[in-house]
């Protein structure tokens, strides 16, 4: 079965730039989505296909898509962005849809 | 507004049965893929199963499959998730998910129902 695999944990500063890896195997060939999860919420998507906006997400938030990695980028990181996040993907050889492992982004 | 209300959670023994129901409004329910989307303790996101729009076509992920059964009533926009032979290890939040943006990008999801599986 295809995996997807995330950092457990990412830590940045107000400001800066936090990036977030999903590594799969030729994961480039596929169209990725990413979601955005705080305690006790539902998750929220924040990109979709690779790179793709849904209607009120902050443009701070953008995403790539190559190779054996797809990475999820946070700019001018804010304290209301600690959350878990997920990649996704739809793996054709299965019909699965996919998550990855989450990532933890911990705002310093 | 568009909207999907998951019920039907609880507590049940290993080995029950549980059926959930997803209510959905504010959009041409049986126009979308569904699928349904859990969530252990502390853990993170598993896909479970997903039904095409008329319900003729389904696809389960290798730890349910033959134990639940997705299916639909687009009469009722209502999707329901029949979990038979539950484990401990099915334990979490299911949620209730669909793809408005675009194939397989979850944009609308349910505010989850919680299945405990214990004695």
């Known amino acids: 079965s295809y995996v997807l695999t995330q950092p457990p944990s990412v830590s940045v500063a107000p400001g800066k730039t936090a990036r977030i890896t999903c590594g799969g195997n030729?994961?480039?060939?596929?169209?990725v989505h990413w979601y955005q999860q705080k305690p006790g919420q539902a998750p929220v998507l924040v990109i979709y296909?690779?790179?793709d906006r849904p209607s009120g997400i902050p443009e701070r938030f953008s995403g790539s898509n190559s190779g054996n990695t797809a990475t999820l980028t946070i700019s001018r990181v804010e304290a209301g962005d600690e959350a878990d996040y997920y990649c996704?993907?739809?793996?054709?050889?299965?019909?699965?849809?996919?998550f990855g492992t989450g990532t933890k982004v911990t705002v310093l | 507004e568009v909207q999907l209300v998951e019920s039907g959670g609880g507590l049940v023994q290993p080995g029950g049965s549980l059926r959930l129901s997803c209510a959905a409004s504010?959009?041409?329910?049986?126009?979308?893929?569904m699928h349904w989307v859990r969530q252990a303790p502390g853990k993170g996101l598993v896909w479970v199963s997903r039904?095409?729009?008329?319900?003729?076509?389904?696809s389960y992920a290798d730890s349910v499959k033959g134990r639940f059964t997705i299916s639909r009533d687009n009469a009722k926009n209502t999707l329901y998730l029949q979990m038979n032979s539950l484990r401990a290890e099915d334990t979490a939040v299911y949620y209730c998910?669909?793809?408005?943006?675009?194939?397989?990008?979850?944009?609308?999801w349910g505010q989850g129902t919680m299945v405990t599986v214990s004695s």
């Open positions: 504010g959009f041409t329910f049986s126009s979308y893929w």
């Open positions: 296909y690779d790179s």
């Open positions: 996704q993907v739809w793996d054709s050889s299965s019909d699965h849809q996919v």
């Open positions: 030729n994961i480039g060939s596929k169209s």
């Open positions: 039904i095409n729009s008329d319900g003729s076509s389904t």
């Open positions: 998910v669909t793809a408005m943006v675009g194939p397989g990008a979850f944009d609308i």
